[in-house]
């Protein structure tokens, strides 16, 4: 059994959903604290051959909340998802994939009052569009760990779902080590993504932009291939 645990995001990139793909059950970490200013409730799509950021309003936001704790500022939310909506019809309308995709973001922008609610509905919506099939669990139901270290609390997840793998984002070589996973009979592996290039409509290539920019240029069939672009260290 191979699991994955990670922060919900709002349409992240296509690592994301790489490792989601690569584990037979996803946790979303989802009474961590929320990281303020980080990539939980925004993303870059292109707009006009340049990245363009586009941000979630939230109410009263604090790194001292969790992230299942987060509201949406329902005040502002519909103002904004009319613009963002907008947005994406004016930048991506002759996409090749636009007609498919557009549905399937406005799903994924029904009204929530709480942030991690429409974080999990989008990522779910997004798998099942691909076809990601992996069991996706929350960590605020069911494991009740939070009084262990970050470690320990991964290791927790990894025994209650019996998983003997564990695979983190290459960028979490800096804070797990290898050795004491293997300890407790979990090997720990990191995942890195390859270069991923398609066609867009700009002259030059603009990565590492939010899925949405992926699902509007490539096939269903272009993206399953682009979902095993990775390697595993």
Same mark, same amino acid.
Request: hydrophobic letters at 40%; aromatic letters at 12%; a neutral charge.
């Given at each position: 059994?191979?699991?994955?645990?990670?922060?919900?995001?709002?349409?992240?990139?296509?690592?994301?959903? #790489?490792?989601? @793909?690569?584990?037979?059950?996803?946790?979303?970490?989802?009474?961590?604290?929320?990281?303020?200013?980080?990539?939980? %409730?925004?993303?870059?799509? *292109?707009? @006009?051959?340049?990245?363009?950021?586009?941000?979630?309003?939230?109410?009263?936001?604090?790194?001292?909340?969790?992230? @299942?704790?987060?509201?949406? %500022?329902?005040?502002?939310?519909?103002?904004?998802?009319?613009?963002?909506?907008?947005?994406?019809?004016?930048?991506?309308?002759?996409?090749?994939?636009?007609?498919?995709?557009?549905?399937?973001?406005?799903?994924?922008?029904?009204?929530?009052?709480?942030?991690?609610?429409?974080?999990?509905?989008?990522? #779910?919506?997004?798998? =099942?569009?691909?076809?990601?099939?992996?069991?996706?669990? %929350?960590? !605020?139901?069911?494991?009740?760990?939070? @009084?262990?270290?970050?470690?320990?609390? *991964?290791? %927790?997840?990894?025994?209650?779902?019996?998983?003997?793998?564990?695979? =983190?984002?290459?960028?979490?070589?800096?804070?797990?080590?290898?050795?004491?996973?293997?300890? #407790?009979?979990?090997?720990?592996?990191?995942?890195?993504?390859?270069?991923?290039?398609?066609?867009? =409509?700009?002259?030059?290539?603009?990565?590492?932009? !939010?899925?949405?920019?992926?699902?509007?240029?490539? !096939?269903?069939? #272009?993206?399953? *291939?682009?979902?095993?672009?990775?390697?595993?260290?």
């Amino acid at each position: 059994m191979t699991i994955a645990v990670m922060q919900p995001y709002f349409m992240p990139y296509i690592g994301y959903f #790489q490792l989601i @793909n690569a584990v037979d059950q996803f946790v979303i970490y989802d009474d961590v604290n929320y990281i303020k200013g980080g990539w939980i %409730n925004r993303n870059n799509i *292109l707009v @006009n051959g340049k990245k363009n950021l586009f941000t979630i309003p939230l109410s009263n936001a604090s790194s001292f909340k969790q992230i @299942n704790e987060i509201e949406i %500022n329902t005040g502002q939310y519909n103002k904004w998802r009319l613009k963002f909506l907008k947005t994406l019809t004016q930048s991506y309308s002759k996409a090749p994939y636009f007609n498919d995709v557009y549905p399937i973001i406005e799903i994924s922008l029904k009204e929530e009052k709480m942030l991690h609610s429409l974080l999990v509905n989008s990522i #779910q919506e997004i798998c =099942n569009f691909i076809g990601i099939d992996t069991f996706i669990h %929350n960590s !605020s139901v069911g494991f009740h760990n939070k @009084n262990l270290n970050r470690e320990d609390r *991964l290791i %927790n997840i990894c025994n209650r779902l019996k998983a003997n793998t564990y695979i =983190n984002t290459i960028g979490g070589q800096e804070l797990y080590d290898k050795d004491y996973f293997a300890k #407790q009979n979990i090997a720990l592996k990191f995942i890195k993504t390859d270069t991923v290039v398609y066609e867009q =409509n700009s002259s030059e290539f603009v990565p590492s932009l !939010s899925i949405i920019d992926v699902l509007m240029f490539n !096939s269903r069939d #272009q993206i399953q *291939l682009m979902l095993n672009r990775y390697t595993l260290q």
